[in-house]
């Protein structure tokens, strides 16, 4: 598997709900903060974006955006139309469509869910709006993938609830890998750095073997270059230091281990420790906790928008 994939298995990242929106006539509505991912796309007509804090975007139809951990914003056609309630002025426990008018501009868009406590690597390398405009090398691709969703979204076909949470999965990676082949020199972080030919094999390389007796010179030296060098681009990239990566992704497997059964002894030795002692010292120094307690004070609740 590789390093992205991996951490998508473990924070269990699912979509939550998908939905429709068609409008004709001017019209304007609000949707607030949430902490979570949600797509969106414009399959028909143009609208704009607004964060209120004088970003505002164009989108158009072919268009599909990113949102993490977006603060409330606006979506709208018309400047002289005060914003409405998005959740309230619509029966969203009823039906995943809503109708202002007719369809002259159709929308799609979808949440996930994740676990809060783990998703700081896709959470912290990504900008609260991520573009990716129809003109993308990519574009038609996720486009094929935002014909058939809508489709399902609409359809009252056995199994449809099923495609459409498929499908949203599959549109999350296509805009995650379409936003890194734009090459728009935006920063994202720990993804940028699986792209990077060096700092991404070193990561791949911890993924891959965390229970390897990993130093700093034998990392630098896997991917030939200095100490000096591979510390410094490994933290511009990803944000932290390369031990303390591989500290961290050890505590993520051995999280995912301990909640799914796993001895406590088992879960040391394959994430690379010599005693129950060493492992829990490490655990408590991340999650706070000793390993033994930490689903009794952590049963924490997946994290999604409506």
Known sequence: MDPLSEVFS??????ARCTRFEASGPWSYRFPAKPAFKFGAVL????????GDGERRQLAAGDCFLLANAPSYVLANDDEVAPEDGIAAFDWAQSDVAHHGGDDTVLIAGTFGFETSGAELLRGSLPRFLLIPSGNASAAVVRATLDILDLEIRSTRIGAGVLVDRLADVLLIQVLRAALDQDSGEDFGWISALGDPRIGKAIRSMHGDA???WTLDGLAGSVAMSRA??????KAL???????????WR???????????????AVAVRVGYS????FGHAFKRIYGVAPRRYWRTHDEPETAAS
């Open 10 to 15: 473990l924070l269990n990242i699912r979509s």
């Open 238 to 248: 990803v944000g932290i230091s390369p031990l303390d990566y591989l500290l961290r």
């Open 44 to 51: 028909r007509g143009s609208c704009w974006i607004d964060f």
């Open 251 to 265: 505590m993520r497997l051995a999280r995912s281990d301990l909640r799914h059964g796993s001895t406590i002894a």
């Open 229 to 234: 060098s591979f510390s410094r681009r490994f």
């Open 275 to 278: 005693s129950e002692s060493a």
């Open 211 to 213: 229970a390897h007796p």
